[in-house]
């Protein structure tokens, strides 16, 4: 079991930049790889980027690669997504994720535990 909770999110105009937080329970399902999914209402889940455990090495979406970067902190129990130059399709939930083990995948059946969300609004 793992607990996960996202923090940041808010509101800002397009051009900015907002942080996003995860904090997350030590232990074995929060041992693998950890990622951000966001979802707009009608919409199925989009994968956002990822991190494994150890290494941190990193997978990103196309559509905010070079503008959002994923980081974790296993010494704080926290991942974080750094997310700059927003776009207004950039407004969703997003959503924390972990899985015990496996690879980088972004497709969100593969991660077992997930955060309530955090809401990411662009707009002018």
């Known amino acids: 079991q793992a607990d996960l909770k996202e923090s940041g999110g808010g509101s800002v105009e397009p051009g900015n930049s907002l942080k996003l937080s995860c904090a997350f329970t030590?232990?074995?399902?929060?041992?693998?790889?950890m990622a951000w999914f966001r979802q707009i209402p009608g919409k199925e889940r989009e994968f956002v980027a990822a991190?494994?455990?150890?290494?941190?090495?990193?997978r990103y979406a196309e559509s905010v690669k070079d503008r959002f970067t994923i980081s974790r902190d296993n010494n704080k129990f926290t991942i974080s997504l750094q997310m700059d130059s927003l776009l207004p399709e950039d407004t969703a939930t997003y959503y924390c994720a972990a899985k015990p083990r496996g690879s980088l995948s972004p497709f969100d059946h593969g991660y077992e535990y997930w955060g309530e969300g955090a809401q990411v609004t662009i707009s002018s």
């Open positions: 030590r232990g074995p399902a929060t041992s693998g790889p």
């Open positions: 991190v494994s455990s150890i290494r941190h090495s990193t």
